[in-house]
């Protein structure tokens, strides 16, 4: 593992990206790559970079397309059309659209077809979080996930995120479905490390603790078996059905790319119904109470989701931005 400077990295990433967009949306990915990792989300920022580019390259994302096309609408309620283009541009251009749209209607949804990978889903929540407002942000994807009760990949390792305002910082918390994002696991995997728990099969279909025989077979399984399972079927169906966009069934195994998917923006203005500060002095004492509990371990206490996000920030700013040999070797060769 070595570190690299925020700016350094933005400015090699974006040399590979001027072979497929102009300068000034190559800065803006670059941009996103460089923030998702610099935020701690290693596992959708940077290590993501090699494979965006292959994507480019072979087509399965439309690099000529960075801007969505909007489709229908009702109010607070809009359905886009993404092309295929560069999902995390036009992830974001949906994300200021809701937030837009919440501000004249109170709460807002726009739902997006076609789009070709986000990243990292609390991006988008955190830009409504920062901007004021509550986000509630799903994706569907490639079926990756091994549906509780079968034995091939037959659903989504579908992401959802959940942002909430807040003075000190926004919160988020952003997950997927497993016990363990594919991005953390191709991580772990570069670096040797194992598994506290089976979270995945082997290629022979076994359960295996060896992040990069999950890798190989793409067998990740559910958090919390049943529960896991249900809540990725209901994000793919609710995310297809208001898009009418792609299920992971269409969209189809991790062979076959992870293309078209659909997402989901939800955008709530908190302050245009309660008194926001006593809506944040409630959330304080919440967040002090957990931050008090005793630690189980005597290490590890409670925290809300995200909020230790401005530290890890900073830390990496200050510090450099760690990211793995490998994947900092494929940026420099880009770059060149």
């Known amino acids: 593992m070595i570190h690299v400077q925020y ?4 400015r090699q990433m974006t040399r590979g990206l001027e072979r497929y967009l102009n300068p000034q949306d190559a800065k803006r990915f670059a941009e996103i790559f460089a923030g998702n990792s610099l935020d701690g989300v290693y596992s959708h920022g940077m290590n993501r970079y090699p494979r965006y580019l292959a994507d480019m390259e072979n087509g399965l994302c439309d690099a000529r397309v960075t801007q969505a096309e909007r489709v229908s609408g009702l109010g607070g309620l809009e359905v886009w059309d993404a092309h295929f ?13 809701a937030i837009e749209l919440a501000k004249t209607h ?10 070709s990978h986000w990243l990292r ?3 988008y929540g955190l830009m409504m979080a920062d901007a004021g407002m509550m986000g509630l942000c799903m994706t569907n994807t490639c079926m990756n996930l091994v549906a509780y009760g079968a034995k091939e990949p037959s659903t989504g390792n579908n992401p959802i995120t959940i942002a909430i305002p807040r ?9 997927a479905v497993s016990q363990y994002a594919f991005g953390k696991l191709e991580i772990m995997a570069q670096e040797g490390g194992m598994l506290d728990t089976p979270c995945g099969y082997d290629t022979e279909g076994n359960l295996t603790c060896d992040p ?3 890798v190989e077979s793409g067998l990740m399984t559910p958090m919390a078996l049943w529960k896991g399972s249900a809540l990725s079927i209901m994000i793919d169906l609710m995310v297809s059905m208001l898009s009418l966009g792609r299920t992971s069934l269409e969209i189809g195994t991790p062979a076959d790319g992870e293309k078209g998917m659909s997402q989901m923006f939800v955008c709530m203005n908190p302050a245009a119904v309660v008194d926001m500060d006593k809506a944040e002095e409630q959330m304080e004492k919440s967040i002090a109470f957990l931050n008090a ?8 206490g409670v925290h809300a989701p995200g909020e230790n996000l401005k530290r890890t920030r900073a830390r990496n700013m ?3 931005i760690p990211v793995t040999e490998d994947t900092w070797q494929k940026i420099e060769n880009a770059a060149k």
């Open 121 to 123: 889903a609390g991006r």
């Open 167 to 175: 003075k000190a910082g926004s919160l988020v918390m952003d997950m």
């Open 212 to 214: 990069k025989k999950i």
């Open 293 to 300: 509990l005793e630690p189980k371990d005597g290490v590890h």
């Open 7 to 10: 700016e350094e990295a933005v």
């Open 85 to 97: 283009g560069v999902g995390p541009l036009i992830a974001q251009q949906m994300a200021e659209r």
């Open 106 to 115: 109170g709460i807002a949804c726009v739902a997006l077809r076609n789009n």
């Open 318 to 320: 200050e510090r450099g």
